[in-house]
């Protein structure tokens, strides 16, 4: 078998069979295997490609003697009668023409022509089903007979006006990615002069669309082009104005382009039912519960569907009760589904309401009359169990409806439900707590970047759904003992209920899936695998779904040996990994589109400013010698290229961190295709991981990260000298890449190949430091890097001449760092450094420091000693009350006596400290106390140990202390100490000074005392 050359790499295929995700094929280019690898000849080849790929141009505008002017208004007029269908058409598809700025300046100014994206587009904002993942398939809306079908897989045609004024030389286009006014025409700019050549070359002119004033349709589905998921009220504003020209097939059809993008949100999904209903429309109403009802578990849609069901099926003229049966059934489910939610009381409510305008009456002897009973009390009961708003009152009915029938029997039922009703209750009041200031109605949006605005509320919503998750995973309700079914069933629903509002937030959908997997029950296992497929759906670009995915199926795949088993786990493997990059990699190309539009609009709007005034005159004096001399003010030139500087820096950021997303994807799956195929072959149905790389570097927008995890796979796990090339090969194509140098530094000193690993160091150092590209510091923290591992080398293992010429150097370049740090650093140890211990030659070395606090005799300021005693002294298990101290109860201790709050009372069972357990617990008390002798003392008697709430007589001098005087062996204790000082007070006396340092007037205590004794007082 030949060698495997890590430079031989294949030409990306589209086509080949791990592929049903289609890329950007890359124009072939020289067979040189350089060219292969550079990734700045990619980058180029990418932006080229997609430049090529924009067919839409826009409208030339007319101009006179070199300069842009505006056209005759009747020629506009006729060019807007030309192209204007007839009005029969004016409700049609989207495509049969461009209507996005087309409107009549006539009577009919407030007709709107179809303008939405085609179907293509649609369908663009969808993503496939990931490895048999359910994914909601969107209808094609229906389009008119007149307009011409387009085959979905053939690329969306350029219809095209023309003006019989213009002799055809006006001509829009209509494509799948840019849809275009009809009647729009570029604005010229304000300025009547010219613009000068330089400026209006400083980047490449994007053709963007420009809409009239009046032309609303077209600026809201620009917004929504732009920025679909983010920019809500675009969507809502271009439904909203369709309904209010009545153009109810328009708004459907942005509903269905809408849904595809966000098809959780409940509230569109009612506002949509309600506008069929208005309009009767049965048909479309009941497709609308059939596509989002089961799916999701919200209030308001499934109140709004029993609302349908009652329309439908009036209980009036009912004879055999089939109606009423059918709404009965819906309650059942209803309930069943989100009758747990915080705001079902209301449905509760409709549910008995519904049970008692059945036919019997409560009360009665009939069989319907015991069937109604029945029915309402099951009602009730599951109703008082649940924590919702209309619980009380439910409550309240309840226990009138069985006391009301018989007092016995109902005493009997309100005393077994009452548990369950306390328990919700208590419940109650701790989840509305925990869901104060949940929005529950807005839209799913994107989770702003750390730092950006907006950030914070997105984190308080983030943090109150998970304080609701943490709070019914804490069994509030006392669900896991009696029923763990309908503990597990509240925990999903609001798992549900959160990745409905967060969903394009992985975390969340990441933590749901996991507690689910983590009930290791077949059930929760596919309600987890449900989560994460609907999660990748909504967030195809996050790596951590992904990964979670991919671990599972990893997990799951059988074991074995053979290459056909090797060869199904791999394709079971891979769509997932190819549909997390298909995503990036588009996340890519809209990035570099909307760097491209942003610099445009910079530049279209110097470009519209009056031209600059070049007799300005200069700032007066000089600069540099007059400090507070404004500073000059920069030129229109200078203003372009700095905000053209921010638009391109703020994306070039943005592109590496991409950049580095996908490199860390691509190296996840290297590991995960060795460990199912091993090594495999590149151009083999058991690719491995050499596959995987071999597919990854003609796609581009690799980090270093990827080869060198390539070549330690092929050094670790296979001693491979392939690894050698791939390390070389990589050297070529990051070579002032510290990190990359650094492990291939590493790679050779571990083979013992001292003088490659010294040859990489000088010449990485050598591009560093030559790179004009780089500022200083940035060299300078590239260099440390591999100058500190390097230094440890040397100083470990090298001559001291290698030693000095590197410390040398490092000096050098970091001049303001101390020369002992690099000299230490030379003989230092993992754990220890000799040079920074300190030894301890003399006792003199380690004397304490002063402390400022001094005794009452001591000269100076000092603070005022406690007296409160110290914490754990005997004294401490004795406790004032009105009527003297009290010795605390080992069993219950003493309450405070200051407590306003009423004890609650309990009934006492059987005392645990009687018989001989408990005076030996009783002994073994008072023996640990001072001064007891074996539990023997005088006064209370040892044997009775401790008293609940003894009185303590107070210590008569040092006679009663060793005269076992006290309770229950406590006379050993000494005199006693007072009660402790408030805190304030403590607070206080602590910072007043002493006494003696009082140097003012002086008082005399007795005779203030006597004078406040003679004070007259009122009512005296």
Request: charged content about 25%; hydrophobic content about 35%; aromatic content about 8%.
């Amino acid at each position: 078998m030949a060698d495997y050359d890590p430079a031989d790499a294949a030409p990306y295929d589209p086509t080949a069979p791990a592929a049903e995700y289609q890329y950007q094929q890359e124009p072939a280019g020289d067979e040189d295997d350089e060219d292969d690898y550079d990734p700045s000849s990619l980058e180029n080849e990418d932006s080229e490609a997609n430049a090529q790929s924009s067919t839409a141009q826009p409208a030339k505008p007319k101009t006179v003697g070199g300069f842009i002017v505006e056209d005759d208004e009747e020629d506009e007029d006729q060019q807007q009668d030309a192209a204007m269908p007839p009005s029969s058409q004016l409700n049609g598809t989207a495509g049969a023409h461009s209507g996005l700025g087309a409107a009549a300046v006539s009577d009919a100014q407030n007709t709107v022509i179809a303008s939405e994206p085609s179907q293509e587009d649609a369908s663009a904002t969808s993503t496939a089903p990931v490895n048999g993942s359910s994914s909601r398939v969107v209808p094609a809306p229906v389009s008119d007979t007149s307009s011409t079908s387009v085959p979905a897989s053939a690329p969306a045609p350029a219809f095209s006006l023309q003006s019989p004024t213009d002799q055809g030389k006006q001509q829009v286009s209509t494509t799948a990615s840019a849809v275009q006014s009809a009647t729009a025409t570029p604005q010229p700019p304000v300025a009547s002069t010219p613009v000068p050549a330089q400026a209006a070359s400083a980047v490449p002119q994007t053709p963007t669309t420009q809409r009239l004033p009046h032309d609303k349709v077209g600026q809201l589905e620009d917004r929504i082009k732009e920025d679909p998921k983010a920019d809500t009220e675009a969507w809502r504003a271009l439904i909203r104005h369709y309904r209010e020209k009545g153009q109810l097939d328009q708004a459907r059809k942005v509903y269905e382009r809408f849904f595809a993008v966000f098809p959780s949100a409940a509230q569109m999904w009612v506002e949509w039912a309600q506008m069929e209903l208005e309009e009767n429309n049965l048909s479309g109403v009941e497709q609308i519960f059939n596509r989002s009802l089961l799916s999701l578990p919200n209030v308001d849609m499934w109140s709004t569907y029993l609302d349908y069901l009652r329309r439908i099926h009036p209980l009036i003229g009912d004879p055999d009760g089939t109606k009423r049966s059918i709404i009965s059934q819906a309650f059942e489910l209803l309930l069943d589904t989100v009758g747990l939610d915080p705001d079902a009381g209301r449905l509760w409510r409709d549910y008995i309401d519904f049970i008692k305008g059945g036919p019997g009456s409560i009360g009665g002897t009939g069989w319907q009359d015991a069937q109604k009973m029945d029915l309402l009390r099951r009602a009730y009961q599951k109703a008082v169990r649940m924590p919702h708003g209309e619980l009380t009152k439910l409550w309240k009915e309840y226990d009138n409806f069985e006391l009301g029938i018989n007092k016995a029997n109902g005493r009997k039922f309100l005393q077994e439900q009452s548990p369950h009703y306390m328990t919700a209750r208590t419940a109650l009041t701790q989840l509305m707590n925990k869901i104060e200031g949940l929005d529950r109605a807005a839209l799913p949006r994107l989770p702003p970047l750390y730092g950006s605005a907006g950030e914070d509320e997105f984190g308080t919503q983030v943090e109150k759904w998970r304080d609701w998750l943490s709070w019914e995973k804490e069994d509030p309700l006392v669900l896991k003992d009696e029923d763990m079914a309908a503990y597990r069933k509240r925990a999903v629903y609001v798992y549900k209920q959160a990745t409905m509002q967060l969903r394009f937030y992985p975390g969340i959908w990441f933590e749901a899936a996991s507690w689910c997997f983590e009930q290791n029950t077949e059930e929760m296992t596919k309600q987890g695998e449900d989560f994460m497929d609907r999660g990748i759906e909504a967030c195809p670009e996050s790596v951590l779904l992904t990964l979670k995915k991919a671990d599972r199926v990893e997990t799951s795949l059988e074991k074995s040996n053979e290459d056909e088993v090797a060869i199904r786990n791999g394709e079971k493997l891979d769509p997932i990994y190819e549909h997390c990059l298909t995503a990036l990699y588009s996340l890519r190309d809209r990035m570099i589109e909307r760097m491209n539009k942003d610099s445009a609009k910079v530049q279209e709007y110097f470009n519209s400013l009056p031209p600059e005034d070049t007799d300005m005159p200069a700032a007066s004096g000089n600069s540099s010698d007059d400090e507070d001399a404004p500073p000059k003010p920069q030129t229109r030139a200078q203003q372009l290229d700095a905000q053209l500087k921010t638009v391109k820096t703020t994306s070039l950021q943005q592109q590496d961190t991409l950049k580095r997303t996908i490199s860390y994807l691509w190296v996840a799956k290297m590991r995960a295709f060795r460990r199912i195929q091993g090594q495999g072959q590149p151009k083999g149905a058991k690719k491995g991981f050499r596959g995987v790389f071999a597919e990854a570097r003609p796609r581009g927008q690799l980090t270093s990260e990827v080869y060198i995890a390539s070549a330690l796979m092929e050094w670790v796990c296979y001693q491979d000298r392939a690894a050698e090339k791939i390390f070389e090969r990589g050297l070529k194509l990051f070579p002032t890449d510290e990190v990359f140098a650094l492990e291939y530094i590493k790679h050779l000193v571990s083979n013992n190949d001292d003088t490659n690993a010294r040859a990489v160091f000088e010449t990485t150092i050598t591009k560093i430091v030559k790179a004009t590209e780089q500022d200083l510091p940035k060299q300078r923290q590239k260099c440390r890097v591999l100058m500190g591992y390097m230094h440890n080398f040397e100083a470990n293992y090298g001559d001291l001449d290698k030693i000095h010429k590197l410390e040398k150097r490092m000096g050098e370049m970091f001049a303001d760092e101390p020369e002992v740090a690099r000299f230490g650093d030379r003989y230092a140890l993992p754990s220890f450094d000799a040079m920074a211990a300190q030894l301890v030659i003399s006792p003199t070395q380690i004397q304490p420091k002063p402390t400022t606090q001094q005794p009452f005799g001591g000269q100076g300021q000092g603070f005022v000693p406690s007296i409160e005693h110290q914490a754990g002294s005997p004294a401490s298990n004795i406790r004032l009350g009105p009527n003297g101290p009290y010795v605390a109860s080992p069993k219950r201790p003493l309450e405070d006596s200051d407590s306003e709050a009423p004890a609650r009372k309990f009934q006492r069972g059987e005392s645990p400290l009687k018989g001989a357990a408990g005076r030996r617990l009783q002994n073994h008390s008072i023996s640990s106390l001072p001064g007891s002798s074996g539990g023997a003392g005088g006064g209370g008697g040892g044997d009775r140990g401790f008293v609940t709430k003894n009185y303590v007589p107070p210590s008569s001098g040092p006679g009663a202390a060793g005269a076992g005087a006290g309770i229950g062996g406590l006379g050993g204790m000494g005199p006693q100490h007072p009660a402790p000082l408030p805190y304030e007070i403590h607070q206080l006396l602590s910072v007043l000074p002493h006494a003696r340092t009082y140097q003012s007037t002086v008082f005399d205590a007795g005779k203030i005392v006597e004078l406040l004794r003679g004070l007259p007082l009122p009512g005296k």
